[in-house]
């Protein structure tokens, strides 16, 4: 594996500011550490598959080609990758996960029935329900300091699924976010069995969000839920893409993920122009990136692995005051300043008094209050840069 540390220890803050991505140009002359890009670029294959499709004036609609050669990618990342042997043909394009759950909602879950949330979590996860006319149900994960760790609540998942579907019957979409963006949490495989045996007693379905599975750290293993056992296939709809893990939200492409025949037919027959919606940059990037960005892929969560232990070692020696459970697999890093003292928004507060532009945890649910997210995925240097003015300002909240 190619050590990239010198390679994005070298990026600097001048340079990332003169691209000027949504990251750096939102909040002019603040630390972007909000939306969830990374700042190291993207690996070489990617650049060259931009190369091709200009040499090959691929500017007309995806060529069957592409597209299959992205499905057989993307079955045999999952293959090698997680274990999960799924066929090519049960894999589509979509333009992006959040219009996969946008569809799953529309034609897979019957009108009136709720979304069951666990919180806190990604932000349009709170929002995209109510566009699809679906009420959230909140389920607050359990923050276990001692442990060091988050639990999953099953008793209020039981709860929420016994009147998840219209009417008060019993049903629902459950959102498993896995790895769960903002926490990072990974789920182990006896979570999810007990979280299956919930849904499949109640008749739910879930939309299996595994769009950040390639950055699982040391210790942690991502499976993917559909893979459980009978009833996760029959109940699931996996989402995922390239597009978070190798660096390429803007190229528009994600994939969907089939493990129910009748799933897929319903898929074939009601989500065509869902499924015509991944641009042929992003289909030719995701095929690059599983089958030639691997090294790249490697080196990049080394990279930030060491960004996440440093970010938990500097916190605790020096702000034990805030609360980090050292995720386990995302960029993303939640941190508690509910004991810092600081009146309104935290959020606010970091961006006019430290120049950092967190993302807002009240964003990411009712607990997500006096909480920031913070994109690791910064070059190291300006991480420092940042957990300085970090610690500073939240010590000037405290008087100290
Ligand atoms: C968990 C999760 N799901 C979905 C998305 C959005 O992905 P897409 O751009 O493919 O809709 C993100 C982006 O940060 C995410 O973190």
Redesign the pocket.
């Known amino acids: 594996m190619a050590d990239t540390t010198a390679a994005y220890d070298s990026i600097t803050r001048a340079s990332l500011e003169e691209k000027a991505s949504t990251k750096w140009s939102t909040y002019p002359g603040k630390i972007g550490a909000f939306?969830?890009e990374m700042d190291y670029g993207v690996a070489e294959p990617i650049r060259q598959v931009l190369k091709d499709l200009d040499a090959r004036d691929l500017y007309g609609y995806p060529p069957a080609d592409i597209v299959t050669a992205l499905r057989e990618a993307t079955a045999g990342f999952y293959a090698q990758r997680y274990g999960w042997n799924i066929a090519a043909d049960h894999v589509d394009t979509i333009s992006?996960?959040?219009?996969g759950l946008g569809a799953v909602l529309d034609v897979f879950a019957p009108a009136g029935g709720k979304v069951i949330l666990p919180t806190p979590a990604?932000m349009?996860f709170m929002t995209l329900p109510g566009m699809h006319d679906r009420e959230i149900v909140e389920v607050p994960l359990h923050r276990n300091d001692a442990a060091g760790r988050w639990d999953f609540d099953f008793a209020a998942l039981d709860a929420a699924m016994a009147t998840g579907g219209p009417d008060g019957t019993s049903g629902g979409v459950l959102i498993m976010?896995n790895p769960h963006?903002p926490i990072g949490k990974v789920y182990s495989r006896e979570e999810m069995e007990q979280i299956a045996a919930i849904v499949a007693k109640h008749g739910g379905r879930v939309f299996s969000?595994e769009?950040?599975a390639p950055l699982v750290y040391d210790g942690a293993e991502h499976v993917p839920y559909a893979t459980i056992n009978a009833d996760t296939a029959a109940h699931t709809i996996t989402a995922t893409?390239h597009?978070?893990s190798f660096n390429t939200?803007g190229l528009k492409c994600?994939q969907i993920l089939f493990s129910n025949d009748e799933d897929l037919a319903l898929w074939q027959k009601k989500c065509v122009f869902t499924s015509h919606g991944a641009s042929n940059p992003g289909i030719m990037a995701g095929t690059a990136a599983y089958t030639k960005g691997l090294d790249w892929l490697a080196a990049t969560k080394d990279y930030l692995q060491g960004n996440r232990d440093l970010v938990a070692q500097r916190l605790s020696e020096e702000l034990p005051e805030v609360v980090y459970i050292k995720p386990s697999g995302?960029y993303?890093g939640w941190i508690d300043c509910s004991a810092l003292g600081i009146d309104g928004n935290v959020q606010e507060y970091f961006l006019e008094h430290a120049g950092i532009a967190f993302t807002d945890g009240e964003l990411c649910g009712a607990v997500g209050a006096k909480h920031v997210r913070l994109n690791q995925g910064l070059p190291r240097p300006i991480l420092n840069e940042l957990l300085d003015r970090f610690i500073a300002s939240a010590k000037e909240a405290l008087g100290k």
């Open positions: 939306v969830a992006d996960v959040l219009s990604y349009p976010c963006n969000d769009i950040h893409s597009s978070k939200p994600a995302t993303l």
